[in-house]
C-alpha cells in the first residue's frame, strides 16, 4: 500500500477486495465447485467479507438458504478452505492468498427480532402518537 494512503482510501480498498472475495466465493458456492454432499445439498449465500487491514485475513458471513442446517454447512466450508482460499487466490489479485474464516451471519436474525419488537401492539400506538 502507498505510504501517503489515507485511512479513507484504505477501508475503500477493504471493502472493495471485500466485494470481490464475496463474488468469488458466491460463484464457487453457486456452481458446485466444490465437491462436497453438505454443500452440493444446500444453497448458501455469502452475506459479507470482511478483509483485515493487511488483506491477510477474510471474515466470511454466511447464511444458508432459510437457515437449515446452518452448523453443518459452517463444518463443509471449514473442512474445504484449503480449496476456497486457492480458488479465491487464483481469482482475487492479491500478494498474499488471505485465511478464510466462516461465521455465520445473524443480521437476518436480528432484523428479524427489531421487526417484531416494532410490531408489537404497545410499541406499535407508541409509534402512531410520535407521528401526530
Request: charged share 35%; proline share 5%.
Given at each position: 500500500m502507498r505510504h501517503n494512503a489515507t485511512p479513507e482510501t484504505r477501508?475503500?480498498?477493504l471493502l472493495r477486495v471485500g466485494e470481490q472475495v464475496r463474488h468469488v466465493l458466491s460463484e464457487i458456492l453457486m456452481r458446485g465447485d466444490?465437491?462436497?454432499?453438505?454443500?452440493a445439498s444446500h444453497s448458501v449465500s455469502v452475506t459479507e467479507v470482511r478483509m483485515s487491514p493487511d488483506l491477510r485475513h477474510a471474515t466470511v458471513f454466511v447464511k444458508p438458504l432459510l437457515g437449515a442446517d446452518e452448523k453443518d454447512v459452517l463444518e463443509a466450508?471449514?473442512?474445504?478452505?484449503?480449496?476456497?482460499?486457492?480458488?479465491?487466490?487464483?481469482?482475487?489479485?492479491?500478494?498474499?492468498?488471505?485465511?478464510?474464516k466462516f461465521l455465520p451471519d445473524e443480521s437476518f436474525d436480528e432484523a428479524s427480532h427489531i421487526d417484531?419488537?416494532?410490531?408489537?401492539p404497545e410499541v406499535a400506538r407508541d409509534l402512531e402518537a410520535d407521528e401526530e
Amino acid at each position: 500500500m502507498r505510504h501517503n494512503a489515507t485511512p479513507e482510501t484504505r477501508s475503500v480498498r477493504l471493502l472493495r477486495v471485500g466485494e470481490q472475495v464475496r463474488h468469488v466465493l458466491s460463484e464457487i458456492l453457486m456452481r458446485g465447485d466444490v465437491h462436497d454432499p453438505v454443500l452440493a445439498s444446500h444453497s448458501v449465500s455469502v452475506t459479507e467479507v470482511r478483509m483485515s487491514p493487511d488483506l491477510r485475513h477474510a471474515t466470511v458471513f454466511v447464511k444458508p438458504l432459510l437457515g437449515a442446517d446452518e452448523k453443518d454447512v459452517l463444518e463443509a466450508l471449514k473442512r474445504n478452505v484449503k480449496y476456497l482460499r486457492g480458488e479465491v487466490a487464483k481469482r482475487v489479485n492479491l500478494k498474499f492468498s488471505a485465511q478464510l474464516k466462516f461465521l455465520p451471519d445473524e443480521s437476518f436474525d436480528e432484523a428479524s427480532h427489531i421487526d417484531a419488537i416494532l410490531r408489537r401492539p404497545e410499541v406499535a400506538r407508541d409509534l402512531e402518537a410520535d407521528e401526530e
